[in-house]
């Protein structure tokens, strides 16, 4: 039985900072049928209290504890690990990464760096992981969708680093099952009572239905025509609107 839906945020309920047609009564119809809700993403250039704030001010209803994210998944391993990180992020990001033990850093964090990308920084994390370091990062996504078009994400620089250092990163967001047992065990739910809807047929889809969850994909945000014929066995809607008419119209 279907307990709890797991959505991601970028190109499922937003894009661009604005909420996408019909996703703000979307969420509201499946809360109110008492599903349990959690929101996840990857992005990387805010804080997960950005990320929060941010649906909220869209008008989706959503506490903190809601709201899953990959940096935030990293700063746990962090602590739990007492690992001294050096930061290849977003400068927007560091916040979520404050108070942490500083000095000769005993792992790499990578998330989606922007202009950061350059070679003195990615060189600098390539000798910390010839050095032993682990490399830990927000996900493998190729691409995103902003401002009408698509643009890197932090996978290719996750590769980039992986190759040069023969070594192989730690996924701590999406698509890693961690992640969504992670999600799903503070909600008390099982794989197969949840469903994932997401516009990233890889991190989003392939990766829910890996670990037991049931997932659908939406054509929306980073959809692209085809993708669904890399998930043959997932559900496919239009958008999270669609989705959730057709849901909540089955008893
Ligand atoms: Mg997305």
Not at 60 to 81: C, K, S, Y
Not at 100 to 116: I, K, M, N, T, W
Not at 221 to 229: I, L, N
């Amino acid at each position: 039985m279907l307990k709890a839906v797991l959505l991601d945020i970028s190109g499922v309920l937003t894009e661009d900072g604005e909420a996408l047609p019909g996703a703000v009564e979307a969420v509201a119809r499946l809360e109110a049928s008492g599903l349990v809700l959690r929101f996840l993403t990857n992005t990387s250039r805010k804080t997960s209290a950005a990320v929060c704030e941010e649906l909220e001010r869209l008008g989706f209803a959503v506490t903190p504890a809601q709201v899953f994210t990959a940096p935030g998944a990293i700063r746990r391993h962090l602590e739990r690990h007492r690992l001294t990180p050096y930061l290849l992020i977003h400068e927007h990001l560091e916040p979520e990464f404050a108070g942490l033990p500083e000095g000769e850093p005993s792992a790499v964090v990578l998330g989606d760096a922007e202009q950061r990308f350059d070679y003195a920084h990615l060189d600098t994390a390539f000798r910390l992981l010839l050095a032993g370091a682990p490399l830990l990062a927000v996900g493998t996504n190729r691409y995103f969708r902003a401002d009408g078009t698509l643009h890197l994400d932090a996978g290719p620089f996750v590769r980039a680093l992986e190759y040069a250092a023969d070594i192989e990163a730690r996924i701590l967001g999406k698509p890693s099952g961690d992640f969504f047992h992670a999600v799903l065990d503070a909600a008390g739910v099982k794989p197969n009572e949840a469903l994932m809807v997401g516009d990233d047929v890889e991190c989003d889809v392939l990766a829910a239905m890996a670990i037991g969850l049931a997932a659908c994909l939406v054509r929306s945000g980073k959809y692209r025509p085809g993708d669904e014929e890399r998930a043959p066995e997932a559900r496919c809607e239009a958008s999270l609107e669609a989705l959730v008419e057709a849901l909540l119209e089955t008893p």
